[in-house]
């Protein structure tokens, strides 16, 4: 599995290609296009997936040296070693383009089928707020509250419309009190033998990072099929 951080919602920003060609009214329906502007054959459904996945891909590569190693003599190609990877992104700002959960639900079922979301969300607002003033990450405290509310709401509608196969969603003021949260997502993940311990905090104290050696079991896997 490779894990990547945050990314300044880069694929909302890529969303915005497919459907900059979707509301060109020539995508799809269109079977026959001789004879005007738009001329080209039928575009399929899911025919910009690999793109968007390939996105992904690129902005969460494999440490440079072993990037350097592949498709060299006795070791795997590029394409063979991501094919037994799990790759997922930190992706924050979901909630924070112009698109409503319905629309960003329909783009990444459609490019992302086989992905799994973990939505997580703080339902104590006025603590994240706090928070926030604390770190220096925010200033403005009277309307933040509010827009976090809505953040939220789009995030549990989201989870919703995704479907409990699909997403499952986390409050973060409940499993930082209990760790089988999380080991019950793992579990859902396909995991198996596989608990947390301990947490790891990230921003522990403002930016900074605790000590705790995670540890997940000498018996964790993920099973392939």
Not at 61 to 68: K, S
Not at 118 to 136: C, F, H, M, P, W
Not at 207 to 213: A, C, E, F, P
Request: overall charge negative.
């Amino acid at each position: 599995m490779r894990l990547s951080g945050e990314n300044k919602n880069e694929l909302f920003i890529a969303s915005k290609l497919q459907r900059n060609l979707q509301t060109s009214g020539r995508f799809e329906s269109d079977k026959k296009n001789s004879g005007d502007a738009w001329i080209h054959n039928a575009i399929p459904t899911q025919a910009l997936a690999c793109p968007m996945q390939q996105i992904m891909s690129t902005i969460n590569p494999p440490p440079h040296e072993l990037l350097m190693e592949l498709n060299q003599p006795g070791n795997p190609s590029y394409e063979d070693y991501e094919a037994s990877l799990i790759i997922g992104a930190k992706m924050i700002r979901i909630q924070e383009g112009d698109w409503d959960a319905m629309t960003a639900v329909a783009y990444f079922k459609e490019n992302f089928p086989c992905s799994r979301f973990i939505v997580n969300y703080r339902s104590d607002t006025d603590g994240q707020v706090k928070s926030e003033l604390k770190a220096g990450w925010n200033s403005v405290e009277t309307t933040r509250s509010a827009e976090l509310n809505q953040y939220n709401q789009f995030l549990l509608k989201f989870a919703e419309l995704m479907g409990p196969k699909t997403a499952q969603v986390v409050d973060m003021n409940e499993w930082v009190k209990d760790v089988s949260i999380l080991n019950d997502v793992v579990k859902w993940l396909g995991f198996k033998g596989c608990r947390f311990k301990a947490l790891l905090h990230e921003n522990h104290d403002g930016y900074g990072r605790d000590n705790t050696v995670l540890d997940l079991g000498p018996q964790c896997q993920y099973p392939h099929d």
